[in-house]
């Protein structure tokens, strides 16, 4: 019987024990059992020069079968080791989700942070006068989407410049209830934190209005100093903002955008009132605080252009003081000066909030009247004479020659401009001066 014949015989009988792919059983091996003993039995039908052969070809096929178990093993092993790294992969692509939703979420409130930063810069840029910082302390406050927003400045240098609405303490109250609010981290300047915690909270927020809102009590407040840009020892005011949410403003928020707009707030505000206080100086007379021929040179043009647009009458009032020069030869300069003065503020406690009353130097005075027609404008002539008289009595000058006014007055014409008015003006007074 030839070799391939027994293998057939072999294949036949070993049917049941074979074992099969795929299903192979992971522990099965080429041993004496199964297939093994089947092939030896078989081996008795063989020539006995055949059964080296034979022998040979089971060795063979021994190897195959270990071969084919390690790499079943393998298999094995790298479909664990990959199932491993696919559950690995898996876990890292959700926790890269997660950093990517969250880095997305700072993108957003980042994004949201600058818009709300630019437009409140937008705002404090805007700021062209201090009479306009309550307006713009509420618009802030609508930009920030903030219930409450406030600005404290010194008084010193700011109590008689800004509106009433702008509380004003002294800078030594202020610091110190600066310094009085809880520790602060000495990487920050500004507090963060519960409203409950401050040891003065009617201070920043004032007594009215944490009782017309008890809610904001419970919540959680910005505050932040002022600093003046020139001098950083010195602090200028205060930037405060409220939310009755408690965790709106907690010590581990980010508030760099917050800090930057004090800075640039805190700068435009003393830009402002340097720029208000050069114009003053530039526009106002030194000695009776006045406006001055400069002031008169600005404004007077705007107001006989809008009264032209309207079609209402304008006069000018142009005041010489009498024997002014006699008081000054009899007592003196300083005393003079002093005259001066009393008489200025005499005439601008009797004018309208709308006229102007501008000194053009030495002892004469100009009053540009908005609405005044000649009856009215000789009407508020005469409060004048009488402001000046009872200013000057009022000092108590013993000896003191009589001190009148002459009062020259003059009605705008359409197209006339305000030098013009003044000399006319001028002309009448000096026809008055000398007129029997």
């Not at 099965?28 to 059992?33: A, E, G, I, L, V």
């Not at 393998?74 to 926790?95: C, G, K």
């Not at 030194?286 to 006989?304: I, K, M, S």
């Not at 000092?395 to 020259?408: C, R």
Request: hydrophobic share 40%; proline share 7%.
């Amino acid at each position: 019987m030839g070799c391939c014949h027994v293998l057939k015989v072999v294949s036949k009988a070993r049917i049941l024990d074979w074992p099969r792919w795929p299903g192979f059983p992971m522990t099965s091996q080429f041993n004496d059992t199964g297939f093994a003993a089947s092939a030896l039995k078989l081996e008795r039908f063989l020539p006995d020069g055949k059964r080296p052969e034979f022998r040979d070809l089971l060795d063979a096929v021994r190897n195959i079968c270990a071969d084919l178990e390690q790499e079943r093993d393998d298999l094995a092993t790298a479909n664990r080791l990959q199932t491993e790294e696919t559950a690995r992969l898996r876990d890292r692509l959700r926790r890269l989700a997660l950093q990517l939703d969250k880095l997305q979420g700072i993108f957003r409130a980042n994004t949201h942070a600058f818009s709300t930063f630019r437009s409140a810069l937008t705002l404090s840029r805007e700021l062209r006068g201090l009479a306009d910082l309550p307006q713009m302390v509420l618009h802030l406050g609508q930009a920030m989407n903030v219930p409450f927003l406030a600005c404290l400045l010194n008084k010193e240098d700011f109590g008689d410049r800004v509106p009433a609405e702008i509380p004003c303490p002294p800078r030594a109250n202020l610091e110190a209830a600066l310094a009085a609010l809880p520790h602060l981290p000495p990487d920050r300047t500004v507090f963060l934190g519960s409203i409950a915690d401050i040891p003065q909270p009617e201070f920043f927020f004032g007594a009215k209005t944490l009782a017309a809102s008890p809610a904001l009590c419970g919540g959680s407040c910005f505050i932040a100093p002022l600093e003046d840009k020139y001098r950083p020892d010195r602090t200028i005011g205060a930037l405060i903002m409220a939310d009755s949410d408690p965790k709106r403003y907690i010590p581990d928020k980010g508030t760099d955008f917050l800090e930057h707009f004090c800075e640039i707030f805190s700068g435009d505000i003393q830009h402002v009132r340097i720029h208000e206080e050069l114009t003053r100086q530039r526009e106002s007379d030194e000695l009776t605080g006045v406006p001055n021929r400069a002031f008169l040179t600005r404004h007077g043009p705007p107001l006989l252009s809008l009264a032209e647009r309207k079609g209402s009458p304008v006069a000018l009032l142009f005041c010489d003081l009498d024997r002014f020069k006699a008081i000054n030869d009899t007592f003196g300069h300083p005393v003079g000066d002093a005259v001066l003065v009393a008489a200025a503020q005499g005439i601008a406690s009797r004018i309208r909030p709308y006229d102007l009353l501008a000194r053009l130097g030495g002892d004469e005075f100009v009053l540009l009247l908005p609405d005044a027609t000649m009856e009215q404008s000789t009407a508020m002539a005469g409060r004048v004479r009488t402001a000046v008289t009872e200013a000057v009595a009022a000092m108590h000058l013993p000896g003191a020659p009589a001190l009148s006014v002459s009062i020259g007055i003059a009605l705008h014409v359409p197209g006339q401009s305000i030098d013009d008015l003044v000399r006319r003006a001028d002309e009448a007074m000096y026809t008055e001066k000398h007129s029997p």
